[in-house]
Structure formats: C-alpha cells, structure tokens
C-alpha cells in the first residue's frame, strides 16, 4: 500500500444517486469509465496488496462498505479497484467482522509508508516510533486487509517480486560505505524510476532505500 493522488472523477457517476439508484444500475460500460480512472490513480495494481490486477480478477471496492455507508456508494472518493483474493485486500475486508472505517488509512489521503515498513523477507512491519492511535490504526489496517500474511501468498508474491533487486540494494549498501550519500541519490532515483509502475512497488522501494 503506498500514497495515491486521485484522478478526476469518472462523468458517469453524476447519473446516479444514493436512495434513487442502486449499485446494479451501474452498467459494464460505466464501470469501465470507472476502471479507467482507477488505472490512472493506481495502475493495473490492487490499491492494497499493490499485486498485478486483471480484467475478470478484480473488483471496484467501495471503501466504506455499501451496507455500513450506503450513502457513499457513487462517491468517487470512496472508490479503488482492488483485487479478487478472497483472503486479502477488498474481499477479506467485507468478511473480517466489525471494525470502524475511521480506523484505516486511507491510500488517497495519508501516506501509508508512515505506517509501514516492508521487510525484504515478504512481511511487513508497523513503523516505530508511531502514537499510540497511530499504531492501532496500522495494526487494524494489516488485519482488516489481511495484508501481512506472515505465512501466506501475499508474503510470498512480495518476497519473489523483491529478489531481482537484492543485489541491487547490496551494492548501493557497499557503495554507501565507500561515498557520500549526495553522490548516490542520483542512482537510487534512477533505480526507483525503473520500478515505478511495477507491482508490490513499495516492497522493493524499502529494500532499495532501507
């Protein structure tokens, strides 16, 4: 999960209103408007795991749940295109039981990586140094989401996607020791150019820049 700036809101949405219309009104074509501008927030990426998302493998996710916050089911800002695991991101959101909305971060309005720390071994850390609310919101959003996995695929996906840059992040360690830091920033900016759009971008970027 890393920091999104949203994109204008899709025209379609201002054809539908809360108490008037429901979700099932919204037609393939209108979705599609709809994917398009989540790509242009997130890429072909899930919003939360950031794994590679594919047509027929994913969803539009409503952030605040249609049956909790119905209200906010056309509201633009309430919308990310999530992947299709049932054990992580949008899909485990909606069977994980009760919690409160306020208590997770928001990808288009907070910084996740204050939160976190993801760890080249596929895991992902909660941030020292947090307060205490801060610290329950980070916990809450890794349970909520399943996004750690200790154990799990998305630990694994994370761990595979992060080896090819392992020797990368050695050498600009070992480079480190040898030169000042100003001469290697325009080294690690190239590095983190070349992975920009790539999945689990966040992952390699803290192996990269520990």
């Known amino acids: 999960m890393h920091k999104l700036q949203r994109s204008a809101t899709p025209a379609c949405l201002a054809d539908f209103r809360h108490g008037h219309n429901a979700w099932s009104d919204v037609s393939p074509e209108h979705k599609e408007e709809i994917w398009q501008r989540l790509e242009e927030m997130q890429g072909r990426r899930c919003a939360y795991c950031e794994a590679p998302i594919e047509r027929g493998k994913r969803h539009i996710e409503h952030f605040k ?75 809450e959003t890794l349970r909520v989401f399943n996004l750690d996995a200790n154990g799990g695929r998305l630990r694994q996906m994370r761990k595979t996607a992060i080896a090819p840059h392992l020797d990368t992040a050695k050498a600009l360690m070992a480079l480190a020791e040898e030169r000042p830091v100003e001469e290697l920033l325009p080294l690690l900016e190239d590095e983190l150019n070349a992975i920009a759009d790539q999945p689990f971008v966040t992952a390699i970027k803290h192996t990269l820049q520990p």
């Open 65 to 139: 749940q249609r049956n909790r916050y119905p209200q906010g089911t056309f509201d633009w800002g309430n919308l990310f295109g999530s992947c299709n695991h049932d054990k992580s991101c949008g899909k485990h959101k909606d069977q994980c039981g009760r919690y409160d909305s306020a208590d997770l971060i928001k990808p288009d309005q907070e910084d996740p990586e204050r939160f976190f720390v993801f760890v080249s071994d596929g895991t992902i850390k909660v941030r020292q140094g947090l307060s205490n609310q801060e610290e329950h919101r980070a916990c």
